[in-house]
């Protein structure tokens, strides 16, 4: 049954209700009315009762909680998901848009295409707010809505009690404490850091442009400095120098000779890829006009870094992209954590010191107890964990075990166990990277340049979620490869 026709069906039932007061009202108004408390001291959602399904709450829309939204058996149990952001980003794309080789829509997932039942479930929500607390003890979490702009509503808090609680609440961008990062760099982790780079960048080029501007400050505002040799950094750096060399000679003909591109690592770029691979990457980056710079940024101030040799460069643009670190909710929660700040967790992704508690993804690693290495912040390592929460509530609430403090004799099966498929990245100039090793030690297959490129993006048009994007995608490059990339700023 078509969308629409759905809701009219619901609108018209309503109606029909309103003008007989005799019937019963619709069965979703009547849930709605019991589940959400309107008491000033508890706003939100009560405990499930025996004849309700149990419910899990979800912390976060990132790749773990989204892939365990996606494979949860809502027969079985109501789901709720608490997040800022209303959509799923695929991040390895994320880079892309920056420069007009995708738009935005490409890459942002809506929750409600991943898992309908939150949609149209009457005891199913998403929520967009951010987790301030948990009651372990009571099975509550503490929440404040996200509100933003001048008009909008003033931010206020409520409650939802859960049955199975998953934390996937991702990490937040490292600065390693140096001075004015936050403040002056853009992160590339979230669409609107992508849009923010985008405007920056064409509204640079724009400047320079304009009669008065003198030599030495358009070289300032036309130089973007990437802070990070990982693969988000590298392939940044790679699609900017693409959009220099297709684009910007092209319709910015009068300051293409003033635009640069530098890549700032304190050590080796792409250190987790083969030796090879990595010295491929340098010598293409740098045929495509990439300096790359080695050194550390000790000080960043609004229109320059500072490297530890005191060395001074400008910039106009400046994207930090050094590796991500545990959040001010993670570092909040009063429960053990893993090397490096993270949630400790078990083999079965338990947070052992507490009932009904899971942790999955960025925010997530293996107690030291455990004997296993806390993994990598990765998109398929977060997937796969969420990949295999899912299975295994599904198996406690088939065996009785759903509802709060009721799995404690259950046997949760299988512990996870995580098998690197290996790591690609794009470099720019129709040529990426493909290293198919388990790990960084082992023998395997190590492949670059346009194979590879073809490879690169096949992977990721297949792995994007809905065939809505892979439609998106697929035409964006298409436009792209036709047409050269869109540069205006909106």
């Given at each position: 049954m078509p969308p629409w026709f759905r809701n009219f069906i619901q609108l018209s039932t309503s109606l029909a209700q309103q003008r007989s007061p005799h019937l019963k009202p619709s069965p979703s108004i009547y849930q709605l009315w019991n589940h959400f408390s309107t008491d000033s001291k508890f706003a939100g959602l009560r405990p499930t009762k025996g004849d309700e399904k149990p419910r899990v709450v979800v912390l976060g829309s990132g790749w773990a909680g989204c892939r365990l939204l996606k494979d949860i058996d809502t027969k079985l149990y109501d789901v709720v998901c608490v997040s800022p952001r209303n959509h799923m980003v695929f991040t390895p794309l994320l880079a892309s848009t920056c420069v007009g080789t995708l738009e935005f829509r490409s890459v942002a997932e809506p929750i409600g295409r991943i898992q309908p039942a939150i949609s149209r479930e009457p005891n199913s929500?998403?929520?967009?707010?951010?987790?301030?607390?948990?009651?372990?003890?009571?099975?509550?979490?503490?929440?404040q809505t996200v509100t933003e702009g001048v008009d909008t509503l003033d931010p206020w808090n409520f409650k939802i009690s859960y049955d199975k609680l998953v934390i996937a609440a991702g990490a937040q961008a490292s600065t390693f404490g140096i001075k004015g990062a936050n403040e002056?760099?853009?992160?590339?982790?979230?669409?609107?850091?992508?849009?923010?780079?985008?405007?920056?960048?064409?509204?640079?080029?724009?400047?320079?442009?304009?009669?008065?501007?003198?030599?030495?400050?358009?070289?300032?505002?036309?130089?973007?400095?990437?802070?990070?040799?990982?693969?988000?950094?590298?392939?940044?750096?790679?699609?900017?120098?693409?959009?220099?060399?297709?684009?910007?000679?092209?319709?910015?003909?009068?300051?293409?000779?003033?635009?640069?591109?530098?890549?700032?690592e304190a050590n080796e770029i792409l250190s987790s890829f083969d030796d090879r691979l990595r010295k491929y990457a340098i010598k293409q980056l740098t045929k495509s006009g990439v300096r790359l710079v080695r050194g550390i940024v000790k000080d960043v101030q609004p229109k320059k870094i500072v490297l530890s040799d005191d060395t001074d460069i400008p910039y106009g643009l400046l994207?930090?992209?050094?590796?991500?670190?545990?959040?001010?909710?993670?570092?909040?929660?009063?429960?053990?954590?893993?090397?490096?700040?993270?949630?400790?967790?078990?083999?079965?992704?338990?947070?052992?010191?507490?009932?009904?508690?899971?942790?999955?993804?960025?925010?997530?690693?293996?107690?030291?107890?455990?004997?296993?290495?806390?993994?990598?912040?990765?998109?398929?390592?977060?997937?796969?964990?969420?990949?295999?929460?899912?299975?295994?509530?599904?198996?406690?609430?088939?065996?009785?075990?759903?509802?709060?403090?009721?799995?404690?004799?259950?046997?949760?099966?299988?512990?996870?166990?995580?098998?690197?498929?290996?790591?690609?990245?794009?470099?720019?100039?129709?040529?990426?990277?493909?290293?198919?090793?388990?790990?960084?030690?082992?023998?395997?297959?190590?492949?670059?340049?346009?194979?590879?490129?073809?490879?690169?993006?096949?992977?990721?048009?297949?792995?994007?979620?809905?065939?809505?994007?892979?439609?998106?995608?697929?035409?964006?490059?298409?436009?792209?490869?036709?047409?050269?990339?869109?540069?205006?700023?909106?």
């Open positions: 929500y998403f929520f967009l707010a951010n987790c301030t607390s948990v009651d372990f003890h009571n099975h509550q979490i503490h929440c002056h760099a853009t992160f590339l982790r979230e669409v609107h850091h992508a849009q923010e780079i985008r405007r920056k960048l064409l509204l640079n080029l724009m400047l320079s442009d304009v009669p008065g501007v003198t030599d030495e400050e358009k070289r300032r505002l036309l130089h973007c400095v990437v802070v990070g040799g990982g693969p988000t950094g590298v392939e940044f750096s790679g699609e900017l120098s693409d959009f220099i060399m297709k684009d910007v000679h092209q319709r910015y003909s009068h300051v293409k000779d003033y635009i640069h591109v530098t890549l700032v994207v930090w992209s050094t590796g991500v670190g545990p959040s001010s909710f993670v570092n909040s929660l009063e429960v053990p954590k893993a090397p490096g700040g993270r949630v400790g967790i078990e083999e079965w992704l338990r947070v052992p010191s507490v009932q009904d508690v899971f942790a999955v993804g960025d925010c997530s690693g293996f107690l030291e107890s455990t004997g296993k290495p806390v993994l990598p912040a990765l998109a398929q390592v977060a997937e796969r964990q969420g990949k295999y929460l899912a299975k295994l509530l599904n198996n406690l609430g088939k065996a009785g075990g759903g509802r709060a403090d009721a799995a404690k004799e259950l046997d949760f099966g299988n512990p996870f166990v995580y098998k690197h498929m290996g790591s690609m990245a794009t470099i720019g100039r129709y040529k990426a990277l493909v290293d198919l090793r388990k790990s960084k030690e082992a023998k395997g297959i190590s492949l670059a340049g346009f194979a590879s490129w073809f490879i690169w993006r096949s992977a990721y048009l297949t792995r994007v979620i809905s065939w809505r994007n892979r439609f998106y995608v697929a035409i964006n490059w298409l436009t792209t490869f036709v047409f050269g990339r869109d540069i205006s700023r909106i």
